[in-house]
């Protein structure tokens, strides 16, 4: 396939908000906010004004719709990734938005950035770069600290509570939770940033980003009715506790079933699991989630893991207009991260390989749109591939854990600070 697509501006500069697209932003929040009964724990902030760089956690679409309501009328841009761009570049861009590759070290990203700060605006980031898959603290980028010490503004974290619990990734139904909370807290100064390592910035980067949305929901005693409230929750507890089959979960309803051993569990309508037969080896999904991790991580250092060779198609996103079928071919991920090859309808061949130094972590979806399956999202600075495997052997959270896994396992050969996202 000739390459003459015309690749995504990723040196525009950024655009600040359109004076008369600033109260939109807000009016089209404002329902959602409302309806969630937003509250807003603010600590140090009263009467901070731009520039600063608001650090935000990712759960949800609604948390833009939060972070919009906590800065305004103040003007900001968003760092979003280009798969948000899809079919409205010009929109996002008016209203602030700069386009990332995920997971990509991009400089021209660091000059927008910059550039946010000199223009005296808000710079709004999502350093988690992907939703929570079980609403809790996603792994951070070291290069984080380093950012914050470059630009000199005031450190502001945007956490949110709830839009996990609202609209989980794996299965994006609004369940009406509310109220939902976010506390907004300035966490540096200028004179502080100045005065701290890029290390104590990290370190307390990772303390601050602390979350547990099932766990605030069961000590809130939040309930969701929801009748399918467990539909889809397998893709991320893809490996029975009881059995300890792998791939073999799905889920109905308010049930989560191991299609291997026949046990079940029930997803309560206070975010709690039990099990149906049995011993509940898990009340609180996180914990599962961890222990999938543990068992990735004794693969990773055994120098075991390999997904095995999986037959996948591949979908390209070189600009901003839309998905173009690069072509079918084959996926591994192991010891050496991941490895992507085909050929594409005329012939010509593809490839791609990400090695473990160049991924702490990785973006994946379920069931994408709804209608193509789960997929891997793997990125270089121009290009954005959607890869999709076949079959029913693998899942794409074993991958993403093994991902984060395998760079820790390299950090750690290395000598270099190791954090995994939890304090």
Not at 13 to 22: F, H, N, S
Not at 245 to 259: G, N, Q, V
């Amino acid at each position: 396939m000739k390459d003459d697509f015309i690749r995504f501006d990723r040196k525009a500069p950024p655009v600040r908000t359109k004076w008369y697209l600033r109260p939109l932003t807000y009016l089209l929040s404002a329902p959602d906010v409302k309806k969630h009964g937003l509250i807003i724990h603010k600590n140090g902030v009263e009467g901070l004004e731009p520039p600063y760089l608001l650090l935000c956690n990712h759960n949800a679409f609604m948390d833009f719709k939060a972070a919009t309501k906590a800065i305004y009328p103040h003007r900001a841009n968003y760092i979003v990734a280009i798969d948000g761009f899809i079919g409205r570049e010009k929109l996002l861009r008016d209203v602030g938005c700069i386009c990332k590759r995920k997971f990509t070290s991009d400089i021209t990203l660091i000059r927008n950035i910059k550039k946010v700060a000199e223009n005296g605006d808000v710079c709004v980031i999502y350093p988690e770069a992907r939703y929570s898959l079980c609403g809790t603290t996603a792994v951070l980028p070291d290069s984080l600290g380093g950012l914050c010490k470059m630009l000199r503004v005031p450190v502001v974290t945007f956490i949110c509570h709830g839009h996990h619990i609202n609209s989980p990734f794996w299965n994006l139904h609004d369940r009406g939770v509310k109220p939902t909370e976010a506390d907004m807290m300035l966490l540096f100064t200028p004179e502080q940033l100045e005065k701290t390592s890029v290390d104590e910035i990290n370190d307390a980067l990772v303390k601050a980003f602390q979350y547990d949305d099932y766990k605030w929901q069961y000590e809130r005693g939040i309930k969701v009715t929801y009748e399918k409230r467990a539909e889809g929750l397998h893709k991320v507890l893809y490996q029975c506790p009881s059995c300890k089959a792998e791939f073999r979960m799905t889920s109905k309803d308010d049930r989560l079933i191991c299609k291997a051993c026949g046990k079940t569990w029930k997803y309560l309508e206070n975010g709690r699991l039990e099990a149906e037969n049995g011993e509940t080896e898990f009340y609180h999904i996180p914990d599962w989630y961890e222990w999938e991790r543990k068992n990735v991580r004794a693969e990773v250092e055994a120098g075991a893991y390999s997904s095995g060779l999986l037959d996948c198609h591949v979908d390209s996103l070189p600009n901003a207009k839309k998905f173009i079928r690069l072509g079918d071919g084959k996926l591994i991920h192991d010891m050496n991260g991941f490895h992507v090859y085909g050929k594409d309808a005329d012939g010509d061949g593809f490839e791609m390989i990400k090695d473990v130094p160049s991924l702490y972590s990785c973006h994946i979806e379920y069931e994408y749109l709804g209608k193509y399956g789960d997929c891997v999202d793997l990125n270089t600075l121009n290009d954005t591939w959607y890869v999709y495997p076949h079959g029913e052997d693998f899942s794409v959270t074993k991958m993403a854990l093994a991902t984060e896994e395998l760079y820790f396992r390299f950090r750690r050969d290395k000598g270099m600070p190791c954090r995994d996202g939890l304090a």
